[in-house]
Every structure is written in structure tokens, then in C-alpha cells.
């Protein structure tokens, strides 16, 4: 499977991105898909996932309320919605996939990564 992830870019504080990470190769359908962070300086830290067959959704703490995650299977396409944006989501943001069909928060369980997309909220 191969993972790209586009939509970052500069945002003001309080703004809106869309994120979206196109897969090809296998079936996109049968795998969980995550999306991660990494600040500088900073370990890579789950933000969001959704599972493969319900669509399951599940989102770190720090973005509930503000991100939301969806998935367009006929598309191979995973997309993250960041609303109200801080300057604390500034970072890296790489999708994810694995395989079986449950979400994990941890990174070792992924199988699959894109090359990331930057994003940078400013004050």
C-alpha cells in the first residue's frame, strides 16, 4: 500500500485545514487507518483513526471536539478535518494504515506511512 497525504499548509490560529491521505495498491477497504503528528523536537503522537469496516472513529483527547476523521472507501481516501486550530497542532501530520481492522494508537502497529504533510498554525 502507498499513502499520500496532502492538505497542510499555513493557517491562522482558529482556522480550518482538511487533510486527505489517497492510498493505491491494495485493497484500500481492509485496513484501519490512523493519522499521526510529530512537532519538532517531539515524539510521533496519535491524533486519529478509523477502523475498516464500520468506520469506527477514534480521536486523541487533545483534538476531540475540533478534528473530526472519515474515510470514502470507493475513493481509497482518508480525510482529517481540523477546525479551531492552535498553535500546539503545528506539526507533521502522516497517515497510517494496517492491517485488521481496528484502530491503535500506538505507531509500531501501523504497517504502512505516507511521506507527511506540514501544517502551521500561527498566533
Known amino acids: 500500500v502507498q499513502l499520500q497525504a496532502s492538505g497542510g499548509g499555513l493557517v491562522q490560529s482558529g482556522g480550518s485545514l482538511r487533510l486527505s491521505c489517497a492510498a493505491s495498491?491494495?485493497?484500500?477497504?481492509?485496513?484501519?487507518m490512523g493519522w499521526f503528528r510529530q512537532a519538532p523536537g517531539k515524539e510521533r503522537t496519535f491524533v486519529a483513526g478509523?477502523?475498516?469496516?464500520?468506520?469506527?472513529?477514534k480521536l486523541a483527547d487533545s483534538v476531540k471536539g475540533r478534528f473530526t476523521v472519515s474515510r470514502d472507501n470507493a475513493r481509497s481516501t482518508v480525510y482529517l478535518q481540523m477546525n479551531s486550530l492552535k498553535s500546539d497542532d503545528t506539526a507533521v501530520y502522516y497517515c497510517?494504515?494496517?492491517?485488521?481492522?481496528?484502530?491503535?494508537?500506538?505507531?509500531?502497529?501501523?504497517?504502512?506511512w505516507g511521506q507527511g504533510t506540514l501544517v502551521t498554525v500561527s498566533s
Open positions: 497510517a494504515a494496517r492491517g485488521g481492522g481496528s484502530v491503535q494508537i500506538a505507531s509500531r502497529e501501523y504497517d504502512y
Open positions: 495498491g491494495r485493497a484500500f477497504s481492509i485496513y484501519a
Open positions: 478509523i477502523s475498516w469496516s464500520r468506520g469506527i472513529a
